[in-house]
């Protein structure tokens, strides 16, 4: 069950629009549908919500600017009054070896992923003063290195922390904050990595379920329903903790990912 009003951000599309729909089955009160510049997404996100029982509020901001972000969050304190969830959701990086990376690479992801992290947990504390739920979804490249992911992996890593020691720091005033790290999801983003790197997104598919404990590929429903868990009063009790939903993919050793790739090139 969850009470109150709900913030996800870069909810137009992937596990933050999942995520939306699901804390609208899970009894918010109103769900904010954050985008960049989605607006048609994110109103076909909206919908869903209303379909699963909850008002819905579109609200477009770039999170690189720390003007847009103090602007949004006045907005939802006119409309709303107070915000009682918040998922970090929103992502972009620049998907390149670390040393053709360019400041402004690093600037934009960390202005996303760290900085607008902390500006939105900083003023959503200041609109709640009975405490909250914050989850931030982190990602696989956090524990494993992949072909251009060390930008983006690094900041959720350091977003990861940051939701330890929020935790630490908030759980006094009633806040817990965690992380969900997903596996391999089957997201547009997803695809689009595969096709890059693999040539195949469909052969990356069937590779993956053959690698996958669970004999499957996580969808953006099976992460949305972590994050949902760890939004609810059912899991009050969790605070500094970062899931791994991956379907037991992480579980499995490297020489088995060996072996099961050499049996699929036979």
């Known amino acids: ?28 009160d109103t769900v904010v549908v954050h985008h960049r510049n989605s607006p048609e997404a994110a109103e076909r996100t909206a919908e869903a919500v209303r379909q699963a029982g909850a008002e819905a509020l579109c609200v477009a901001a770039d999170l690189e ?11 939802l304190g006119r409309d709303l009054g107070s915000l009682d969830v918040l998922v970090a959701n929103a992502a972009a990086s620049s998907f390149k070896p670390l040393l053709d990376t360019h400041d402004e690479n690093i600037r934009r992801t960390s202005r996303i992923t760290v900085n607008a992290l ?38 959720k890593a350091a977003a990861e922390t940051l939701s330890m ?14 992380a969900v790290r997903p596996g391999l999801t089957l ?14 997104s469909a052969e990356f598919e069937r590779l993956l379920v053959s690698l996958t404990p669970a004999r499957r590929a996580g969808t953006p ?30 579980a499995v050793s490297p020489t088995d990912l060996i072996t099961s790739g050499r049996r699929s090139d036979q």
């Open 65 to 75: 600017e720390a003007d847009a972000v103090d602007a949004m969050f006045v907005e």
């Open 1 to 28: 069950m969850i009470r109150g009003n709900a913030l996800v951000t870069g909810a137009s599309r992937g596990i933050g629009s999942a995520t939306a729909v699901r804390l609208a089955e899970l009894g918010a």
């Open 187 to 200: 997201t547009d983003s997803a695809r689009t990595y595969s096709e890059r790197v693999f040539g195949d």
């Open 221 to 250: 429903e099976d992460v949305a329903n972590v994050i949902g868990f760890l939004c609810s009063e059912e899991g009050a009790w969790i605070n500094g903790q970062v899931l791994v939903a991956d379907g037991g993919l992480s």
């Open 118 to 155: 902390l500006q939105c947990v900083r003023a959503m504390t200041s609109l709640t003063e009975t405490g909250g739920a914050i989850v931030v979804v982190s990602g696989i490249d956090v524990s494993q290195a992949m072909v251009g992911h060390g930008l983006l992996g690094s900041m």
């Open 165 to 178: 020691y929020l935790a630490a720091e908030l759980g006094p005033r009633g806040f817990r904050v965690n």
